[in-house]
Protein backbone atom coordinates (compact mmCIF):
# COMPACT_ATOMS: atom_id res chain seq x y z
CA UNK A 1 0.00 0.00 0.00
CA UNK A 2 1.25 3.23 -0.93
CA UNK A 3 1.90 6.19 1.47
CA UNK A 4 0.10 9.61 0.27
CA UNK A 5 -0.60 12.77 1.18
CA UNK A 6 -3.32 14.96 0.48
CA UNK A 7 -3.00 18.37 -2.23
CA UNK A 8 -4.14 21.24 -1.69
CA UNK A 9 -6.23 21.05 -5.10
CA UNK A 10 -8.31 17.67 -4.33
CA UNK A 11 -11.00 17.46 -2.30
CA UNK A 12 -10.80 15.24 0.84
CA UNK A 13 -14.38 13.75 1.93
CA UNK A 14 -15.01 13.02 4.87
CA UNK A 15 -17.10 9.43 4.23
CA UNK A 16 -16.10 7.62 0.99
CA UNK A 17 -18.14 4.29 0.24
CA UNK A 18 -17.03 1.77 -1.48
CA UNK A 19 -20.00 0.10 -3.30
CA UNK A 20 -23.39 1.09 -4.16
CA UNK A 21 -24.96 -1.61 -2.59
CA UNK A 22 -28.22 -1.62 -0.21
CA UNK A 23 -25.68 -0.95 2.52
CA UNK A 24 -23.42 1.71 0.56
CA UNK A 25 -26.65 4.05 0.10
CA UNK A 26 -28.10 4.00 3.50
CA UNK A 27 -24.48 4.61 4.92
CA UNK A 28 -23.97 7.83 2.63
CA UNK A 29 -27.45 8.82 3.38
CA UNK A 30 -26.71 8.40 7.40
CA UNK A 31 -23.19 10.28 6.64
CA UNK A 32 -25.35 12.68 4.76
CA UNK A 33 -28.04 13.27 7.63
CA UNK A 34 -25.16 13.72 10.06
CA UNK A 35 -23.55 16.73 8.32
CA UNK A 36 -20.65 14.65 6.93
CA UNK A 37 -19.25 15.02 3.29
CA UNK A 38 -19.96 11.87 1.54
CA UNK A 39 -19.43 10.21 -1.77
CA UNK A 40 -20.56 6.10 -3.11
CA UNK A 41 -18.04 4.61 -5.69
CA UNK A 42 -19.95 1.91 -7.45
CA UNK A 43 -17.79 -0.48 -9.27
CA UNK A 44 -20.94 -1.14 -11.72
CA UNK A 45 -23.45 0.38 -13.72
CA UNK A 46 -26.66 0.62 -11.03
CA UNK A 47 -27.08 1.20 -7.50
CA UNK A 48 -28.73 -1.16 -4.76
CA UNK A 49 -26.79 -4.33 -5.08
CA UNK A 50 -29.20 -7.76 -4.80
CA UNK A 51 -32.23 -5.38 -3.35
CA UNK A 52 -32.15 -3.88 -6.97
CA UNK A 53 -30.68 -6.71 -8.13
CA UNK A 54 -33.83 -9.39 -8.20
CA UNK A 55 -34.35 -9.79 -5.04
CA UNK A 56 -37.87 -8.57 -4.38
CA UNK A 57 -38.92 -11.19 -2.08
CA UNK A 58 -36.82 -9.82 1.46
CA UNK A 59 -35.48 -11.90 3.66
CA UNK A 60 -35.18 -11.22 6.99
CA UNK A 61 -37.45 -13.39 9.83
CA UNK A 62 -38.90 -11.01 12.22
CA UNK A 63 -39.25 -8.22 10.57
CA UNK A 64 -39.47 -5.99 13.73
CA UNK A 65 -36.07 -6.58 14.36
CA UNK A 66 -35.25 -3.91 11.09
CA UNK A 67 -35.64 -0.23 12.12
CA UNK A 68 -34.32 2.86 11.08
CA UNK A 69 -33.27 3.85 7.20
CA UNK A 70 -34.12 0.51 6.41
CA UNK A 71 -37.78 0.42 7.30
CA UNK A 72 -38.04 4.14 6.23
CA UNK A 73 -36.85 2.34 2.86
CA UNK A 74 -39.79 -0.49 2.82
CA UNK A 75 -42.30 2.17 4.02
CA UNK A 76 -41.65 3.82 0.53
CA UNK A 77 -41.85 0.72 -0.97
CA UNK A 78 -45.52 0.49 0.45
CA UNK A 79 -46.09 4.38 -0.48
CA UNK A 80 -45.07 3.50 -3.83
CA UNK A 81 -47.61 0.70 -4.17
CA UNK A 82 -50.13 2.83 -2.33
CA UNK A 83 -50.90 4.22 -5.91
CA UNK A 84 -52.92 2.65 -8.00
CA UNK A 85 -50.81 4.16 -10.82
CA UNK A 86 -48.53 2.27 -10.34
CA UNK A 87 -50.26 -1.26 -10.75
CA UNK A 88 -49.50 -1.83 -14.49
CA UNK A 89 -49.98 -5.93 -15.08
CA UNK A 90 -52.76 -6.01 -12.50
CA UNK A 91 -55.40 -4.87 -10.67
CA UNK A 92 -54.22 -2.91 -6.92
CA UNK A 93 -54.98 -5.75 -4.20
CA UNK A 94 -57.76 -4.38 -2.03
CA UNK A 95 -55.44 -5.10 1.23
CA UNK A 96 -51.16 -4.79 0.22
CA UNK A 97 -50.54 -7.27 2.85
CA UNK A 98 -51.68 -10.03 -0.17
CA UNK A 99 -48.31 -8.89 -1.44
CA UNK A 100 -46.39 -10.05 1.07
CA UNK A 101 -46.48 -7.55 4.33
CA UNK A 102 -46.49 -8.61 7.93
CA UNK A 103 -49.64 -10.17 9.24
CA UNK A 104 -49.50 -7.44 11.70
CA UNK A 105 -52.41 -4.81 11.55
CA UNK A 106 -50.02 -1.73 12.54
CA UNK A 107 -47.53 -2.67 9.73
CA UNK A 108 -47.08 -0.02 7.27
CA UNK A 109 -43.50 -1.13 5.23
CA UNK A 110 -44.24 -3.28 2.06
CA UNK A 111 -41.44 -5.88 1.51
CA UNK A 112 -41.77 -7.35 -1.80
CA UNK A 113 -41.56 -5.38 -4.79
CA UNK A 114 -40.40 -5.19 -8.34
CA UNK A 115 -36.20 -4.51 -9.17
CA UNK A 116 -37.23 -1.11 -10.89
CA UNK A 117 -39.64 0.21 -7.90
CA UNK A 118 -36.56 -0.59 -4.94
CA UNK A 119 -33.98 1.00 -7.82
CA UNK A 120 -36.73 4.04 -8.24
CA UNK A 121 -36.64 4.25 -4.32
CA UNK A 122 -33.00 4.09 -3.96
CA UNK A 123 -32.60 7.05 -6.15
CA UNK A 124 -35.04 9.24 -4.70
CA UNK A 125 -33.12 8.80 -1.49
CA UNK A 126 -30.01 10.14 -2.95
CA UNK A 127 -31.56 12.75 -4.61
CA UNK A 128 -32.94 14.02 -0.80
CA UNK A 129 -29.17 14.01 0.07
CA UNK A 130 -27.71 14.71 -2.26
CA UNK A 131 -24.61 13.28 -2.57
CA UNK A 132 -22.31 12.25 -5.68
CA UNK A 133 -22.41 9.08 -7.15
CA UNK A 134 -19.69 7.83 -9.29
CA UNK A 135 -20.28 4.72 -11.67
CA UNK A 136 -17.56 1.96 -12.95
CA UNK A 137 -15.87 3.62 -10.34
CA UNK A 138 -13.29 0.02 -9.99
CA UNK A 139 -10.90 0.09 -7.66
CA UNK A 140 -7.22 -0.34 -8.64
CA UNK A 141 -6.60 -4.06 -7.71
CA UNK A 142 -2.96 -4.44 -8.35
CA UNK A 143 -1.01 -6.00 -6.25
CA UNK A 144 1.60 -4.34 -4.37
CA UNK A 145 3.86 -7.18 -4.23
CA UNK A 146 3.56 -11.14 -5.32
CA UNK A 147 1.76 -12.67 -3.14
CA UNK A 148 0.47 -9.76 -0.93
CA UNK A 149 -3.48 -8.93 -0.65
CA UNK A 150 -2.42 -5.09 -0.30
CA UNK A 151 -3.19 -2.80 -4.09
CA UNK A 152 -2.31 0.09 -5.23
CA UNK A 153 -5.73 1.57 -5.10
CA UNK A 154 -5.53 1.94 -0.78
CA UNK A 155 -3.53 4.42 -0.27
CA UNK A 156 -2.30 4.19 3.85
CA UNK A 157 -0.08 6.41 5.87
CA UNK A 158 0.33 3.74 8.71
CA UNK A 159 -2.78 2.36 9.99
CA UNK A 160 -5.08 4.85 8.11
CA UNK A 161 -6.25 5.18 4.42
CA UNK A 162 -5.50 8.39 3.41
CA UNK A 163 -7.20 7.63 -0.55
CA UNK A 164 -8.34 5.02 -2.60
CA UNK A 165 -7.49 5.11 -6.58
CA UNK A 166 -9.19 4.02 -9.27
CA UNK A 167 -8.27 1.67 -12.52
CA UNK A 168 -8.83 4.97 -14.20
CA UNK A 169 -6.75 6.78 -12.06
CA UNK A 170 -8.97 8.98 -10.41
CA UNK A 171 -8.28 9.34 -6.49
CA UNK A 172 -10.62 10.03 -3.67
CA UNK A 173 -8.87 10.93 -0.23
CA UNK A 174 -11.63 10.67 2.75
CA UNK A 175 -11.13 10.99 6.50
CA UNK A 176 -13.26 7.35 6.75
CA UNK A 177 -13.82 5.18 4.47
CA UNK A 178 -16.34 2.03 4.55
CA UNK A 179 -16.79 -1.16 2.45
CA UNK A 180 -20.00 -1.62 1.32
CA UNK A 181 -19.22 -4.37 -1.58
CA UNK A 182 -20.12 -8.15 -1.16
CA UNK A 183 -16.71 -8.61 -1.99
CA UNK A 184 -14.81 -6.85 0.51
CA UNK A 185 -11.93 -5.54 -2.01
CA UNK A 186 -11.23 -2.67 -0.17
CA UNK A 187 -10.97 -3.95 3.36
CA UNK A 188 -8.32 -6.53 1.69
CA UNK A 189 -6.58 -4.38 -0.51
CA UNK A 190 -6.03 -2.06 2.93
CA UNK A 191 -4.48 -5.40 4.41
CA UNK A 192 -6.91 -6.13 6.55
CA UNK A 193 -7.57 -9.87 7.96
CA UNK A 194 -9.77 -11.78 6.27
CA UNK A 195 -10.83 -14.95 5.19
CA UNK A 196 -13.13 -17.14 2.92
CA UNK A 197 -15.01 -20.77 1.89
CA UNK A 198 -15.80 -22.74 5.21
CA UNK A 199 -14.11 -22.82 8.96
CA UNK A 200 -13.85 -25.92 10.48
CA UNK A 201 -16.02 -26.60 13.55
CA UNK A 202 -13.28 -26.62 15.92
CA UNK A 203 -12.18 -22.79 14.48
CA UNK A 204 -14.92 -22.00 16.64
CA UNK A 205 -16.19 -24.75 18.36
CA UNK A 206 -19.61 -25.01 15.71
CA UNK A 207 -21.42 -27.87 15.07
CA UNK A 208 -22.84 -26.38 11.37
CA UNK A 209 -19.31 -24.89 10.02
CA UNK A 210 -17.29 -27.19 7.44
CA UNK A 211 -18.38 -30.14 5.29
CA UNK A 212 -21.96 -31.33 6.20
CA UNK A 213 -23.23 -34.78 4.36
CA UNK A 214 -24.91 -35.54 7.64
CA UNK A 215 -27.28 -32.23 7.44
CA UNK A 216 -28.16 -32.91 3.78
CA UNK A 217 -32.08 -32.75 3.97
CA UNK A 218 -33.01 -30.30 1.72
CA UNK A 219 -31.97 -29.14 -2.00
CA UNK A 220 -30.75 -32.93 -2.84
CA UNK A 221 -30.89 -35.52 -5.85
CA UNK A 222 -33.64 -38.44 -5.25
CA UNK A 223 -32.08 -41.69 -4.33
CA UNK A 224 -30.20 -43.82 -7.02
CA UNK A 225 -29.13 -40.61 -9.81
CA UNK A 226 -26.01 -41.59 -11.61
CA UNK A 227 -22.93 -39.42 -11.66
CA UNK A 228 -21.11 -40.71 -14.68
CA UNK A 229 -21.62 -39.65 -19.01
CA UNK A 230 -22.16 -43.24 -19.44
CA UNK A 231 -24.60 -44.60 -16.52
CA UNK A 232 -22.90 -47.54 -14.62
CA UNK A 233 -19.70 -46.95 -16.20
CA UNK A 234 -16.62 -44.86 -13.56
CA UNK A 235 -14.39 -44.87 -16.68
CA UNK A 236 -16.17 -42.69 -18.86
CA UNK A 237 -15.84 -39.50 -16.60
CA UNK A 238 -17.89 -37.35 -14.15
CA UNK A 239 -20.67 -35.06 -15.73
CA UNK A 240 -20.25 -31.76 -15.52
CA UNK A 241 -19.93 -30.09 -12.19
CA UNK A 242 -19.23 -32.98 -9.67
CA UNK A 243 -16.26 -32.26 -7.49
CA UNK A 244 -13.96 -35.31 -7.80
CA UNK A 245 -12.60 -34.43 -4.40
CA UNK A 246 -15.33 -34.31 -2.80
CA UNK A 247 -16.40 -34.40 -0.03
CA UNK A 248 -13.96 -33.82 2.26
CA UNK A 249 -14.05 -34.98 5.86
CA UNK A 250 -16.71 -34.26 7.61
CA UNK A 251 -16.76 -30.84 9.73
CA UNK A 252 -13.81 -29.79 8.17
CA UNK A 253 -13.29 -26.52 6.80
CA UNK A 254 -12.18 -25.55 3.19
CA UNK A 255 -12.22 -23.45 0.65
CA UNK A 256 -15.75 -24.05 -1.38
CA UNK A 257 -18.77 -21.11 -1.65
CA UNK A 258 -22.39 -22.14 -1.01
CA UNK A 259 -23.59 -21.49 -4.68
CA UNK A 260 -24.65 -17.96 -7.13
CA UNK A 261 -27.73 -18.15 -8.73
CA UNK A 262 -29.65 -15.16 -10.48
CA UNK A 263 -32.96 -14.23 -8.43
CA UNK A 264 -34.73 -13.94 -11.39
CA UNK A 265 -37.88 -11.39 -12.20
CA UNK A 266 -40.41 -13.50 -14.35
CA UNK A 267 -43.79 -12.83 -15.40
CA UNK A 268 -46.59 -14.58 -16.77
CA UNK A 269 -48.54 -12.06 -18.38
CA UNK A 270 -47.95 -12.45 -22.11
CA UNK A 271 -47.73 -8.80 -23.41
CA UNK A 272 -44.98 -8.40 -20.75
CA UNK A 273 -43.25 -12.06 -21.16
CA UNK A 274 -39.66 -12.49 -23.09
CA UNK A 275 -39.52 -16.57 -23.53
CA UNK A 276 -37.25 -18.04 -22.57
CA UNK A 277 -34.56 -18.78 -25.14
CA UNK A 278 -32.16 -21.77 -26.04
CA UNK A 279 -28.62 -20.10 -25.82
CA UNK A 280 -26.65 -20.50 -29.12
CA UNK A 281 -23.82 -22.47 -27.45
CA UNK A 282 -26.52 -25.03 -25.24
CA UNK A 283 -24.87 -27.84 -24.26
CA UNK A 284 -27.44 -30.90 -22.77
CA UNK A 285 -24.33 -32.37 -20.70
CA UNK A 286 -24.71 -29.54 -18.45
CA UNK A 287 -28.62 -30.42 -17.59
CA UNK A 288 -28.07 -34.25 -17.81
CA UNK A 289 -27.99 -33.87 -13.74
CA UNK A 290 -31.19 -32.31 -14.03
CA UNK A 291 -33.03 -34.78 -16.99
CA UNK A 292 -31.94 -38.00 -15.02
CA UNK A 293 -33.62 -36.42 -11.21
CA UNK A 294 -36.47 -36.53 -12.79
CA UNK A 295 -36.37 -39.62 -14.63
CA UNK A 296 -35.10 -41.18 -11.15
CA UNK A 297 -38.44 -40.08 -10.15
CA UNK A 298 -38.62 -36.07 -8.92
CA UNK A 299 -41.69 -34.87 -8.82
CA UNK A 300 -41.34 -31.42 -7.12
CA UNK A 301 -40.73 -28.15 -9.15
CA UNK A 302 -37.49 -27.12 -9.09
CA UNK A 303 -37.91 -23.22 -7.97
CA UNK A 304 -39.35 -21.12 -5.38
CA UNK A 305 -41.67 -18.62 -7.20
CA UNK A 306 -41.94 -16.05 -5.24
CA UNK A 307 -44.80 -13.88 -6.34
CA UNK A 308 -44.37 -10.11 -6.69
CA UNK A 309 -46.56 -6.81 -7.44
CA UNK A 310 -47.38 -6.22 -11.13
CA UNK A 311 -47.66 -10.20 -12.01
CA UNK A 312 -44.24 -10.27 -11.08
CA UNK A 313 -41.79 -13.04 -9.07
CA UNK A 314 -38.03 -13.37 -7.15
CA UNK A 315 -37.54 -16.98 -8.86
CA UNK A 316 -35.00 -18.85 -6.62
CA UNK A 317 -33.12 -22.03 -6.01
CA UNK A 318 -35.00 -25.30 -5.00
CA UNK A 319 -34.74 -29.06 -4.93
CA UNK A 320 -31.59 -30.80 -6.32
CA UNK A 321 -30.64 -29.35 -9.15
CA UNK A 322 -32.08 -25.64 -10.09
CA UNK A 323 -30.51 -22.35 -10.41
CA UNK A 324 -27.81 -22.52 -8.11
CA UNK A 325 -24.60 -23.14 -10.13
CA UNK A 326 -23.16 -25.17 -7.36
CA UNK A 327 -19.27 -25.26 -7.60
CA UNK A 328 -18.70 -22.86 -9.87
CA UNK A 329 -17.95 -20.39 -8.03
CA UNK A 330 -14.64 -21.15 -5.92
CA UNK A 331 -12.55 -18.39 -7.33
CA UNK A 332 -14.52 -15.67 -7.14
CA UNK A 333 -13.69 -14.25 -4.26
CA UNK A 334 -9.82 -13.67 -4.97
CA UNK A 335 -10.48 -13.34 -9.13
CA UNK A 336 -9.41 -10.15 -10.71
CA UNK A 337 -11.92 -8.07 -12.67
CA UNK A 338 -12.08 -9.82 -15.85
CA UNK A 339 -11.59 -13.61 -14.08
CA UNK A 340 -15.24 -12.49 -12.24
CA UNK A 341 -17.04 -11.32 -15.79
CA UNK A 342 -16.24 -14.69 -17.15
CA UNK A 343 -17.47 -16.60 -14.09
CA UNK A 344 -20.72 -14.36 -14.06
CA UNK A 345 -21.12 -15.00 -17.72
CA UNK A 346 -20.82 -18.87 -16.93
CA UNK A 347 -23.54 -18.33 -14.18
CA UNK A 348 -25.84 -16.74 -16.58
CA UNK A 349 -25.56 -19.06 -19.81
CA UNK A 350 -25.72 -21.50 -17.26
CA UNK A 351 -29.39 -20.22 -15.75
CA UNK A 352 -30.36 -19.23 -19.37
CA UNK A 353 -29.97 -22.94 -20.21
CA UNK A 354 -31.37 -24.44 -17.23
CA UNK A 355 -34.80 -22.42 -17.74
CA UNK A 356 -35.03 -23.34 -21.33
CA UNK A 357 -34.33 -27.20 -20.29
CA UNK A 358 -36.94 -26.76 -17.89
CA UNK A 359 -39.67 -25.21 -20.44
CA UNK A 360 -38.90 -27.15 -23.72
CA UNK A 361 -36.50 -30.11 -23.14
CA UNK A 362 -38.40 -33.01 -24.85
CA UNK A 363 -36.99 -35.16 -22.10
CA UNK A 364 -38.35 -32.75 -18.99
CA UNK A 365 -41.41 -34.06 -17.41
CA UNK A 366 -44.56 -32.64 -19.05
CA UNK A 367 -45.72 -30.98 -15.69
CA UNK A 368 -42.49 -28.95 -15.49
CA UNK A 369 -42.30 -28.05 -18.67
CA UNK A 370 -46.43 -27.04 -19.32
CA UNK A 371 -46.03 -24.28 -15.99
CA UNK A 372 -42.39 -23.16 -16.28
CA UNK A 373 -42.98 -22.01 -20.35
CA UNK A 374 -46.10 -20.52 -19.12
CA UNK A 375 -43.77 -17.75 -17.53
CA UNK A 376 -40.42 -15.43 -19.38
CA UNK A 377 -38.37 -12.78 -18.12
CA UNK A 378 -39.80 -9.32 -17.66
CA UNK A 379 -39.49 -7.32 -20.84
CA UNK A 380 -39.70 -3.99 -18.85
CA UNK A 381 -37.32 -5.08 -16.23
CA UNK A 382 -33.68 -5.17 -16.56
CA UNK A 383 -33.94 -3.88 -20.10
CA UNK A 384 -30.36 -3.57 -21.29
CA UNK A 385 -30.45 -7.50 -20.82
CA UNK A 386 -33.77 -8.69 -22.13
CA UNK A 387 -34.81 -9.17 -18.95
CA UNK A 388 -31.55 -10.15 -17.14
CA UNK A 389 -29.97 -8.33 -14.84
CA UNK A 390 -26.08 -8.13 -14.55
CA UNK A 391 -26.06 -8.49 -10.52
CA UNK A 392 -25.17 -12.09 -9.61
CA UNK A 393 -26.18 -12.79 -5.79
CA UNK A 394 -22.80 -13.09 -4.38
CA UNK A 395 -24.36 -14.94 -1.02
CA UNK A 396 -20.88 -14.65 0.42
CA UNK A 397 -17.35 -14.22 -0.60
CA UNK A 398 -14.34 -12.76 1.76
CA UNK A 399 -15.52 -12.52 5.91
CA UNK A 400 -13.25 -9.67 7.54
CA UNK A 401 -11.68 -11.41 10.52
CA UNK A 402 -11.60 -8.63 13.22
CA UNK A 403 -11.14 -8.84 17.11
CA UNK A 404 -14.66 -10.06 17.25
CA UNK A 405 -15.82 -12.52 15.18
CA UNK A 406 -20.09 -13.27 14.72
CA UNK A 407 -20.59 -17.02 15.23
CA UNK A 408 -23.05 -19.67 15.45
CA UNK A 409 -23.11 -19.39 19.09
CA UNK A 410 -24.79 -15.26 18.66
CA UNK A 411 -27.36 -16.52 16.33
CA UNK A 412 -28.17 -19.05 18.95
CA UNK A 413 -27.91 -16.89 22.20
CA UNK A 414 -25.51 -18.71 23.57
CA UNK A 415 -22.76 -15.99 23.47
CA UNK A 416 -24.94 -12.15 23.40
CA UNK A 417 -22.78 -9.24 21.82
CA UNK A 418 -22.28 -6.59 23.84
CA UNK A 419 -21.89 -3.36 21.95
CA UNK A 420 -25.42 -4.23 19.44
CA UNK A 421 -25.72 -1.99 15.83
CA UNK A 422 -28.26 -4.23 14.91
CA UNK A 423 -30.00 -7.46 14.86
CA UNK A 424 -29.55 -10.82 12.87
CA UNK A 425 -33.09 -12.29 12.86
CA UNK A 426 -32.95 -15.07 9.78
CA UNK A 427 -32.08 -19.06 10.16
CA UNK A 428 -28.66 -19.97 9.67
CA UNK A 429 -28.58 -20.37 6.06
CA UNK A 430 -26.00 -22.21 3.71
CA UNK A 431 -26.55 -23.25 0.30
CA UNK A 432 -25.08 -25.84 -1.25
CA UNK A 433 -21.50 -25.91 -1.86
CA UNK A 434 -20.36 -28.87 -3.95
CA UNK A 435 -22.08 -31.93 -5.29
CA UNK A 436 -20.08 -35.03 -5.30
CA UNK A 437 -20.06 -38.94 -5.56
CA UNK A 438 -21.11 -40.94 -2.27
CA UNK A 439 -19.81 -43.73 -0.99
CA UNK A 440 -22.52 -46.03 -3.45
CA UNK A 441 -21.93 -44.52 -6.65
CA UNK A 442 -24.45 -41.93 -7.02
CA UNK A 443 -24.44 -37.99 -7.33
CA UNK A 444 -24.96 -36.19 -4.47
CA UNK A 445 -25.39 -32.52 -2.77
CA UNK A 446 -23.38 -31.35 0.39
CA UNK A 447 -23.26 -28.12 2.39
CA UNK A 448 -27.05 -27.08 2.73
CA UNK A 449 -27.78 -25.92 6.24
CA UNK A 450 -31.09 -24.42 7.53
CA UNK A 451 -30.90 -24.06 11.23
CA UNK A 452 -33.29 -21.82 13.13
CA UNK A 453 -35.89 -21.75 16.03
CA UNK A 454 -33.97 -18.83 17.70
CA UNK A 455 -34.75 -14.68 18.69
CA UNK A 456 -33.51 -12.27 16.69
CA UNK A 457 -29.81 -11.58 18.06
CA UNK A 458 -27.63 -8.78 18.40
CA UNK A 459 -24.55 -8.02 15.99
CA UNK A 460 -21.30 -6.49 17.96
CA UNK A 461 -19.95 -3.32 17.03
CA UNK A 462 -16.42 -4.82 17.12
CA UNK A 463 -17.92 -7.06 14.02
CA UNK A 464 -17.96 -4.11 11.71
CA UNK A 465 -14.64 -2.77 12.46
CA UNK A 466 -11.00 -4.29 11.63
CA UNK A 467 -8.43 -5.16 14.11
CA UNK A 468 -6.71 -1.73 14.95
CA UNK A 469 -3.32 -1.78 14.49
CA UNK A 470 -4.34 -3.14 10.54
CA UNK A 471 -6.54 0.03 9.74
CA UNK A 472 -8.07 3.03 12.40
CA UNK A 473 -10.74 4.39 9.93
CA UNK A 474 -12.35 1.67 7.66
CA UNK A 475 -15.77 0.11 8.55
CA UNK A 476 -17.43 -2.94 6.86
CA UNK A 477 -21.25 -3.52 7.07
CA UNK A 478 -21.44 -6.23 4.55
CA UNK A 479 -18.38 -8.64 4.42
CA UNK A 480 -18.43 -8.36 8.24
CA UNK A 481 -15.87 -10.47 10.72
CA UNK A 482 -18.33 -13.93 10.97
CA UNK A 483 -18.07 -17.41 10.83
CA UNK A 484 -19.13 -19.17 7.46
CA UNK A 485 -22.58 -20.35 9.45
CA UNK A 486 -23.28 -17.25 11.17
CA UNK A 487 -22.60 -15.21 8.25
CA UNK A 488 -25.31 -17.32 6.50
CA UNK A 489 -27.74 -15.44 8.77
CA UNK A 490 -26.29 -12.25 9.04
CA UNK A 491 -26.56 -11.96 5.18
CA UNK A 492 -29.22 -10.22 4.16
CA UNK A 493 -30.22 -6.86 2.72
CA UNK A 494 -32.04 -5.27 5.42
CA UNK A 495 -29.81 -6.09 8.08
CA UNK A 496 -27.32 -4.91 5.51
CA UNK A 497 -28.84 -1.91 5.60
CA UNK A 498 -28.90 -1.68 9.29
CA UNK A 499 -25.25 -1.89 9.51
CA UNK A 500 -24.63 0.58 6.52
CA UNK A 501 -26.54 3.09 8.63
CA UNK A 502 -24.68 1.74 11.82
CA UNK A 503 -21.25 2.33 9.97
CA UNK A 504 -21.90 5.66 8.60
CA UNK A 505 -23.02 6.89 12.77
CA UNK A 506 -19.61 5.58 14.09
CA UNK A 507 -17.59 7.23 10.81
CA UNK A 508 -18.94 10.76 11.58
CA UNK A 509 -18.56 10.73 15.55
CA UNK A 510 -15.06 9.41 14.59
CA UNK A 511 -14.94 12.21 12.78
CA UNK A 512 -15.76 14.46 15.32
CA UNK A 513 -13.55 12.79 18.10
CA UNK A 514 -10.41 12.34 16.09
CA UNK A 515 -9.99 8.87 17.26
CA UNK A 516 -9.61 5.52 15.55
CA UNK A 517 -13.17 3.66 14.76
CA UNK A 518 -12.40 1.27 17.34
CA UNK A 519 -12.21 4.03 20.01
CA UNK A 520 -15.66 5.81 19.48
CA UNK A 521 -17.30 5.77 22.84
CA UNK A 522 -19.96 2.93 22.12
CA UNK A 523 -22.66 4.67 24.39
CA UNK A 524 -22.91 7.37 22.88
CA UNK A 525 -23.29 5.30 19.29
CA UNK A 526 -25.97 3.38 21.00
CA UNK A 527 -27.33 6.69 21.97
CA UNK A 528 -27.75 8.01 18.81
CA UNK A 529 -28.87 5.17 16.84
CA UNK A 530 -31.58 4.45 19.26
CA UNK A 531 -32.81 7.85 18.28
CA UNK A 532 -32.41 7.21 14.59
CA UNK A 533 -34.73 4.25 15.68
CA UNK A 534 -32.96 1.48 14.88
CA UNK A 535 -33.36 -1.41 17.02
CA UNK A 536 -30.32 -2.23 19.03
CA UNK A 537 -32.30 -5.51 21.65
CA UNK A 538 -34.91 -7.91 21.48
CA UNK A 539 -37.21 -7.73 24.28
CA UNK A 540 -40.34 -9.47 22.49
CA UNK A 541 -41.04 -13.13 22.73
Known sequence: MAESSPSSQEKVYDVVVYGGTSAGIMAAVQAQRMGKTVIVLEPGDRIGGLTTGGLGATDI???AAIGGLAREFYREIATYYSNPDNWKWQQQPDRLKSQGNSPEKTEDAMWTFEPSVALTVLQSFVKKHPFPVVYQARL???????????????????????????????TYRGKVFIDATYEGDLLAGAGVSYTYGREANATYNETLSGVQTKNAKYHIFVPKVDPYVSPGKPESGLLPGIDPNGPGEEGAGDHRLQAYCFRMCLTDHPENRIPFAKPDDYNEANYELLLRNYEAGEKGFPWI??????????????????TD??????????????????????????????MWTLAYHPRMAEHIRKEVSRWGMSRDEFQEGDGWQAQLYIREARRMVSDYVMTQHNCQGK???????????????SHHVQRY???????QNEGDVQVGGFSPYPIDYGAIVPKQKECENLLVPVCLSSSHMAFGSIRMEPVFMVLGESA????????DLNVPVQQIPYAELATTLTQNHQVLQWNKK
Open 61 to 63: GNK
Open 140 to 170: DRTPVSPGRPEVRGVLKDGAKITAVRLENGE
Open 325 to 354: FIGQNYDYPEASYAEREKIIQRHLDYQKGL
Open 305 to 322: NSRMPNRKTDTNNRLGFS
Open 504 to 511: ATAAAMAI
Open 415 to 429: VVAERPVGLGAYTMD
Open 437 to 443: VTADGYV
